[in-house]
């Protein structure tokens, strides 16, 4: 290669630019509002940004789609004015793209959205959420809802920091526990007055928390990546701590038990649950090391849970129904459970969906499990897996999913 031809070369390779394509039902970038059947590129707003340029996806929730720029903003687009309320998490911003206000100027690295929900971390291992108030931790934000009748269950069923204390922090929530925070709740809705200050003006403002709050998760924690599942969130610390809120109805949460509400964030045992009730303590911590000593990554399904840890082991929790989490069964895995069928292997990456869960080995080989009613897990057919037991990268390797 000669002078010239190397230069040319260089400038090839600094004109290189990720594009970002969206498809699917985004009603604020179809004029129609109809269905994007085939993937469009979507473009960054042009003057007055610098020149930025994408840098990762983060998906979206009902109606809108998130990304994330070359300089640490958080790109939202797709939601419409009139569209009812789960279209006010992403800003409004229609069909063109544009940061959504966050009240920090660090740069966001990590971002996930929920069924109605969104949460960021920025560089600074710092988290904001916003959307549906059930997935905004604050104590307040539980009140709210209580005293508004808003939820229909049982006062046992709703559990905030204060009324559990400690007990949200590594460890398991006791049935003691569950009614002393129903009792505490109790006292609120009689004291509640008849009418709460909305935290928003606009519609739907009693359900939704449209401005980005800022995650207490302690002193001294930094987070590094979140995920975000139809009704609850999870944050992978810097130390491979698991911490989860928001609802947790069908065990999504890891706590042992089938709480609806949970406003302030816990650590989940994934590793030690998952070592617990396999007989002698020995025994406990020859599975836990057989487990690993950290969680390296996670995700979230619509009310499911999966998490890698660093020995490559899948812990799974939540709904079960569809087989989602790989056990064997169709029962709800209310506390953090090891996919056995994947004994062995080393799971690289995980992502989770409504009703299924598909992972990745080091080898590259894809794993797919739960409910297959529109060929998600692409085994050919519609037959549910309730077991890890199919391999889809047989002479194929992989390396990510999407």
């Avoid at 707003?45 to 789609?65: I, L, R, T």
């Avoid at 619509?302 to 790989?326: M, P």
Wanted: aromatic share 6%.
């Amino acid at each position: 290669m000669n002078g010239s031809e190397r230069e040319e070369g260089v400038k090839m390779e600094e004109c290189k630019e990720t594009v970002v394509y969206m498809c699917g039902y985004i009603p604020g970038a179809s004029p129609e509002k109809s269905p994007i059947l085939s993937p469009v590129p979507v473009h960054l707003p042009g003057s007055g940004y610098g020149g930025d340029s994408w840098k990762d996806v983060c998906g979206g929730g009902c109606g809108f789609a998130m990304a994330i720029s070359e300089s640490g903003k958080l790109i939202t687009w797709g939601s419409t004015d009139d569209e009812g309320q789960s279209y006010m998490t992403s800003g409004k911003h229609g069909e063109t793209p544009e940061p959504f206000p966050l009240p920090t100027e660090a740069s966001v690295l990590k971002a996930a959205a929920g069924w109605a929900h969104c949460v960021s971390v920025t560089e600074m291992g710092e988290v904001y959420t916003w959307g549906w108030k059930e997935c905004v931790p604050s104590e307040k934000i539980v009140r709210d809802l209580v005293a508004g009748g808003i939820f229909q269950t049982d006062s046992t069923d709703q559990v905030s920091g204060k009324a559990q204390g400690s007990n949200l922090i590594g460890g398991p929530v006791s049935h003691v526990d569950n009614k002393k925070a129903g009792e505490e709740i109790g006292k609120r809705r009689k004291i509640a007055p008849a009418k709460q200050e909305l935290d928003s003006s606009t519609p739907g403002g009693e359900l939704f928390t449209v401005s980005a709050c800022l995650v207490n998760l302690g002193p001294g924690v930094r987070i590094s990546t979140v995920a975000a599942g139809g009704r609850h969130t999870l944050a992978l610390s810097d130390m491979g701590q698991v911490w989860g809120w928001g609802y947790g109805g069908e065990g999504q949460l890891g706590l042992g038990t089938r709480v609806k509400t949970v406003a302030t964030p816990h650590v989940i045992p994934c590793i030690e649950q998952s070592a617990l009730g396999k007989g002698s303590m020995s025994s406990s911590m020859q599975v836990s090391k057989v487990l690993g000593s950290y969680v390296k990554g996670i995700a979230c399904g619509g009310r499911h849970s999966a998490v890698i840890t660093d020995a490559g082991a899948l812990v799974t929790f939540g709904w079960g129904l569809y087989g989602q989490c790989g056990q064997g069964t169709n029962n709800d895995q209310l506390r953090p459970t090891c996919v056995s069928s994947l004994s062995g292997k080393q799971v690289e990456r995980v992502a989770a969906g409504l009703w299924h869960t598909i992972c990745i080995t080091v080898e590259g080989h894809v794993y797919a499990f739960g409910g297959n009613q529109f060929g998600q897990l692409g085994t050919g057919v519609e037959q549910a897996e309730r077991t890890a037991n199919y391999s889809a990268g047989d002479g194929t390797s992989m390396a990510s999913l999407v």
